[in-house]
């Protein structure tokens, strides 16, 4: 598993992130109400910040027009993945201002406009990435902000998912303190994270009351998996994830 998502095509790789000695800051848990499975979703579905998480539109963190792209390890065994996005990319494409998606509201300033200062952490211009190791760890690096999250099932409807904030041993005290102060983007009281564990429920709940499965399954764009750079406003990591669960579980 580790050889291939340290594949070299993969620009910000597993061996990459942790190349220097790590120095843990914090860690909490949290539960939510939904099938684990929802939340494997959750952290492969890379569109649905653009529409959910509107601080980070609006703040122009993680927008579907910046560039970016998703990276699967390998086509033959697709359950490990990379989404990634460039922070550089700070004008809105065309396609935002004739939509007027709503989170794209650039006026809104913060008071505290330090939290999203950052600095170049890696040499490849990546500023927002998440990486899906099957099936239930992701590593997320967010502007500065280094976090390890594994969820695990609770119940049929209920997960547990857990949080490990990280930095590296050499950082100075204004780097870890930067780290700690962004790790509020993420986690149970983060300014993004709250709306996922909302948004699964009101999946698992209408899941539930659609009375079939088959109704309650809709499909975007097509049946491969395989990495997408030209966008990201795709499912191809979703799908390398069912295909690995279909092989363990003996249903490919």
Known sequence: MWKAFSAPRCARSCAATFSRPLKLLGYHSQIIHNNWKLYAENVRDSYHATLLHTFYTTFKINR????????????AQPWHHLSFAKRATLDAAEEYKAAEVHSASYETRLNGPELLEAWNEFDDGITHSIQALFPTLAIQFTLNSLAVRWFTPRGVDKTELFWMYIGYEDDDEAEERMRIMQSNLTGAAGLVSLEDGCINEFVQRGTKGSGQSA????EMGGKTVESSEASRATEVAIRGF???????????
């Open 215 to 218: 109704s309650a399954f809709m």
């Open 242 to 252: 069912w295909k690995g669960y279909r092989e363990i579980m003996g249903f490919a």
């Open 64 to 75: 579907l027009d910046m560039d970016g792209g998703i990276r699967i390890t390998d086509a």
